[in-house]
């Protein structure tokens, strides 16, 4: 796997942190890397091209759910699988991670086999597509002019 890219790891508690970057090791993931917020989530993820993002929701001074859709809305790591991690999660947390583009959620403490599964799953998707957007009436009305007459 040493040709594999890195996961990075996002979490503000040093000893989660820590765990989390131990159960990749013992999962096969040897290149794992680990921040303690958003801001420097991106700007290494700036720097570098990783496989996998896994981060806490709760942190400061960005959130995941802000690191999220900051990578969601960056052409070069849109397609960066992202797996969100909690305490809990309630339904309008799962909504807003859901729309915002999360792959995956797992609560803590992580279990190794759920984490297993998530991780198959997320890595083995086929990449997002930007949505091109919705041409407007006056475009379709001159590209389409026997629309209007029905």
Known sequence: MSDTLPILIVDDQPKLLRLIIELMSRLGFPDVEGVS?????????RERR?????????MEPMDGLQLLREIRAD???MNTPFILTETSFDFEDINHAHVA???AFILKP???NLLKTKLKQVLNR????REAPLPSESTLSQEFPLLGKF
């Open 75 to 77: 052409d070069n790591l």
């Open 50 to 58: 990783y496989a996998l993002v896994i981060s806490d929701l709760a």
């Open 37 to 45: 917020d958003g801001p420097e989530a991106l700007k290494r993820m």
């Open 110 to 112: 992580l279990d190794i």
């Open 101 to 103: 583009g999360a792959d």
């Open 126 to 129: 086929k990449p997002r597509r």
